[in-house]
């Protein structure tokens, strides 16, 4: 399908030169997230995937396979995989966090329960599994099960620093990689070896996911505190309610004065949070230009992931990869 020049924004473009694949990724979503036996699976499962999100990590794993050539069929397995594990993640990141919204819409263990949401997420993990197995590629397995295994390690390891105000710029990183850009750098990097691309190629498209995901993520932590609640689906302080010690604060307690830090221990170690908090943390953000320092970082993740696919051939979904690490961090512009 040939790209669409009306659409606004690079996700919408890659999402116009990919609808139809995308279309028979859907389709595959939804055959193997029903359930003969427990109802309660698809209509979890449906709550969720058909919430609206943009769906970039599958699109990420078909652009990077047509960006390399393939002709075959299973990028459309690689890509639903791509997405359960999301959708796996997402149901249970939202107990994890008690957490009432998602992309706008009440979560599932708000709708259903805890027990509904944990349960689903791994029937989805299971899903996964045998999608990836029917590519038969060894390796493709390898990325994604480390994958995997690498998201679950940076879910815990936010739990023990997340509320640590002992926690550095270098930990958070370490969370990052593991929460989210893991899957992004999978999702980018199953594309290339399904496609049987030069390994320089595929380290590149790793690097790429890598980068993309950091500043995706960074964003995220950012818009918390200075988003619109209506477009990011989330209320301004989420996380600060939440006690995560995400890099806005991070940088602030580096260069909070004894006074502050009390603040910050009172609020984030301890969760003693009263009336006005947030304001009073905003305000901190911006006395010591934490804010500010965030959204250079995530500019500079943003050209970390440009500079990555510079070095792969000229083709119209190298520009659109471009144009979409710009767009992630457009959102804080």
Not at 84 to 91: D, G, P, Q, V, Y
Not at 137 to 153: F, G, K, Y
Not at 276 to 300: M, S, Y
Request: negative net charge.
């Amino acid at each position: 399908m040939s790209l669409d020049k009306t659409a606004s924004k690079p996700h919408e473009q890659l999402a116009d030169h990919l609808a139809d694949s995308m279309e028979s990724v859907n389709a595959l979503i939804r055959t193997r997230m029903a359930s003969r036996h427990a109802p309660r699976i698809p209509e979890v499962t449906a709550h969720l995937v058909e919430a609206g999100g943009k769906r970039l990590r599958p699109m990420l794993t078909l652009a990077t396979a047509e960006l390399c050539g393939y002709e075959g069929d299973h990028h459309l397995r690689l890509a639903a995989t791509v997405e359960f594990i999301h959708t796996a993640t997402l149901l249970h990141d939202d107990v994890v966090d008690e957490s009432g919204q998602r992309r706008g819409r009440p979560t599932a263990n708000l709708l259903w329960d805890n027990k509904s949401s944990v349960l689903v997420g791994d029937y989805l993990f299971s899903r996964s599994f045998q999608l990836m197995v029917e590519t038969e590629n060894l390796r493709v397995l390898d990325i994604l099960a480390n994958a995997s295994a690498t998201i679950a390690e940076g879910e815990v390891l936010q739990l023990t620093a997340a509320q640590d105000l002992a926690t550095d710029e270098a930990i958070y990183l370490q969370v990052v990689r593991g929460k989210t850009a893991a899957l992004f750098s999978a999702a980018c990097q199953v594309g290339g070896v399904i496609a049987g691309a030069q390994e320089e190629r595929v380290q590149a498209l790793y690097d790429y996911g890598d980068a993309l995901g950091v500043a995706f993520q960074i964003v995220d932590d950012l818009l918390d505190y200075q988003g619109d609640a209506q477009s990011t689906g989330k209320n301004v302080g989420d996380d600060f309610r939440e006690r995560k010690l995400t890099l806005p604060v991070i940088k602030a307690v580096a260069r909070a004065d004894g006074e502050e830090r009390a603040f910050w221990s009172r609020t984030i170690e301890k969760g003693r949070q009263e009336e006005g908090d947030l304001q009073h943390a905003i305000a901190l953000l911006h006395k010591h230009g934490a804010l500010d320092a965030t959204r250079e970082d995530a500019l500079a993740w943003a050209e970390r992931a440009k500079t990555a696919i510079r070095t792969l051939p000229a083709h119209p979904l190298r520009q659109m990869l471009t144009d979409l690490a710009d767009y992630v961090v457009a959102r804080i512009n």
